[in-house]
């Protein structure tokens, strides 16, 4: 069940709860059962979600979800402050440092990552035109929720807060939320595609482009300015904070900060790069900790093939291409040589920031390394002149071009010399030299 929760202190908040009433059907009951200040009163009731009413400002609620019926997530309909113009807004509840407005210091209330990604693309979609769509960091209160929970607002000053359509949009986002899950699903070993961020702007575009391109999610978000000022005795647990009630296993971190990095890692968690996320996107995690561990780190240039989304398991076979027969086809159509594996392989491993493969892979099939060695061949076939191919080797031969050949005759570079290592006769000293006179047969050969 989705509880909403809307504070009268707020004409934002008010009037987002009117356009809620307003484009769905509720019934109301009366609670008398508690204060019509603090969530009693007149409550509303929708398929999927409840609404109730509180007097006092979000960010002071203490544990508000005790209120409604065990919801399963809880969003606070609310205004948004800033100079950012007119603006869509969510982001996770809690302090980083100081509780300036609301909760507890350094403390930090469950996120809902799965669910903030489904009110983003939900937001996107009813926006007014002259609204832009953001997430935020984590920046206050309530610390003490209840459920896992969010802010979805309106902003950024009186006029946007009065704006129907603007409120109107942040209330079809809201209810859209009804049966998505605040969390997405676990691995085997309850790993979920969460990230805790780490550093950045407020408006934590980093961020924000994860979680609109990619498939994981973002839960608590400290960014440069709530880093600061968590005092050195309190940032351990701000940091486990962050991972646990993001239920997340990942981190990843926005700027230079090598310290925050280790603290991450002497917390339990990993630090990964957006480069991480990328690659794994849709790859089972258990499947890329197996391969991470077999063939190396995505750090260290491990690239997983699309084969590795519909992998099923974690069973795989180590293999290797012959390096020199990689680095040759590389040499001729680098970019190819990636493409190919990227198609047939589950993952391989490459030097010089991602872009030389050097020949260790990861197959789903052992057939398949014979298709990849066929392909291999195919961009040999660009350069070489015949090629053969055995059981334990593959011969490349080609007549080509030999510079000290083109001496004999008298010739030194220049054009007649350009034109010679480009296939063509030239004429000097009134004697033609056909091209075939200046090459050389070359064989590679490389085993199996």
């Not at 809902?112 to 769509?133: F, G, I, S, T």
């Not at 040999?380 to 005759?409: C, G, H, M, N």
């Amino acid at each position: 069940m989705l509880g909403i929760v809307v504070s009268r202190a707020d004409s934002a908040s008010v009037n987002i709860g009117a356009q809620l009433r307003a484009v769905a059907e509720w019934s109301e009951a009366t609670d008398d059962s508690r204060p019509d200040a603090d969530g009693g009163g007149t409550v509303y009731r929708t398929e999927g979600a409840t609404l109730r009413e509180f007097e006092d400002w979000h960010l002071n609620l203490d544990r508000p979800a005790e209120v409604f019926d065990d919801p399963d997530l809880l969003v606070f309909a609310s205004r948004h402050s800033g100079e950012t113009g007119p603006l869509l807004t969510a982001h996770h509840t809690g302090n980083f440092g100081p509780a300036e407005h609301g909760g507890r210091d350094n403390d930090l209330a469950r996120a809902c990552p799965n669910a903030h990604d489904a009110v983003l693309d939900a937001l996107r979609d009813h926006a007014p035109e002259e609204y832009d769509v953001g997430m935020e960091g984590t920046h206050h209160g309530p610390s003490t929720v209840g459920a896992p929970s969010m802010f979805v607002e309106v902003g950024s000053a009186e006029p946007q807060w009065a704006d129907e359509a603007a409120c109107r949009a942040a209330a079809r986002a809201i209810l859209d939320l009804r049966d998505v899950p605040a969390d997405r699903p676990a691995s085997s070993d309850n790993r979920r595609r969460h990230l805790a961020g780490f550093g950045g702007g407020h408006y934590t575009p980093r961020f924000e482009r994860v979680v609109r391109e990619t498939g994981w999610s973002v839960g608590h978000v400290g960014v440069d300015w709530g880093l600061d000022a968590v005092p050195a005795s309190a940032e351990q647990s701000v940091i486990e904070q962050a991972f646990e009630q993001s239920r997340a296993a990942y981190g990843l971190v926005d700027g230079d900060r090598p310290e925050l990095l280790d603290a991450i890692e002497d917390a339990g968690y990993r630090a990964v790069s957006e480069t991480w996320v990328r690659e794994t996107d849709g790859v089972d995690l258990d499947l890329v900790e197996a391969l991470e561990t077999e063939l190396g780190t995505i750090a260290d240039g491990l690239r997983l093939g699309t084969s590795a989304n519909t992998h099923e398991g974690t069973d795989f076979l180590p293999s290797s291409l012959p390096e020199g027969l990689v680095e040759e086809a590389a040499g001729i159509d680098r970019e190819r040589v990636t493409e190919l594996l990227t198609e047939r392989v589950l993952a391989f491993q490459t030097e010089e920031g991602g872009t030389r493969p050097t020949g260790a892979v990861a197959l789903a099939a052992q057939r398949h390394r014979e298709t990849v060695l066929d392909d291999l061949v195919a961009v040999l076939e660009a350069r070489y002149d015949e090629i053969q191919r055995s059981e334990d080797r593959i011969v490349a031969r080609t007549e080509q071009f030999d510079p000290e050949k083109a001496k004999t005759f008298g010739l030194s570079e220049g054009p007649a010399f350009g034109r010679l290592a480009s296939g063509e006769a030239v004429e000097v000293d009134g004697r033609t030299i056909p091209p075939e006179q200046v090459q050389t047969e070359r064989e590679v050969t490389f085993e199996l």
